[in-house]
């Protein structure tokens, strides 16, 4: 009788360590699957983002000045993309972006000399 116990629960093991194994397999892979789906989302969302600080960056540069609310709105288009692990060029273009003046120049202006009033 101890042998065909033993031959019971031996199977029973066999089976069990194939059960686990399995779904450990089967669980890997759909992780795996879902940080190469997660990666895919983030490094298109780091490109809409890097596309949205460019042409930001171009309006304000073709305009000559990145007002008050340019200059948030590259902030909050800046930020995540940094956090997505942006940079290089589009921390270039954020750099430039805040050192256009805050606003138009005015050409026909000249400085009021208090002495000539």
């Known amino acids: 009788m101890q042998e065909w116990l033993r031959a019971v629960v031996t199977a029973f093991a066999g089976a069990f360590v194939a059960g686990l194994t399995a779904a450990v397999k089967y ?3 759909r992780m795996k699957r879902q940080n190469a789906r997660q990666d895919a989302i983030e490094e298109g969302l780091r490109g809409l983002l890097y596309d949205r600080i460019q042409e930001r960056y171009l ?18 288009l800046y930020e995540p993309y940094h956090a997505l692990g942006g940079n290089g060029t589009g921390t270039d273009l954020y750099n430039k972006l805040r050192e256009l003046p805050t606003a138009p120049r005015q050409e ?10």
């Not at 309006?59 to 909050?76: F, I, P, S, T």
């Not at 000249?110 to 009033?117: F, H």
């Open 27 to 29: 669980l890997y892979t």
């Open 59 to 76: 309006q304000c540069e073709a305009k000559g000045y990145a007002d008050v609310c340019d200059r948030e709105n590259m902030q909050l």
């Open 108 to 117: 026909n202006s000249q400085p009021v000399n208090p002495a000539e009033r």
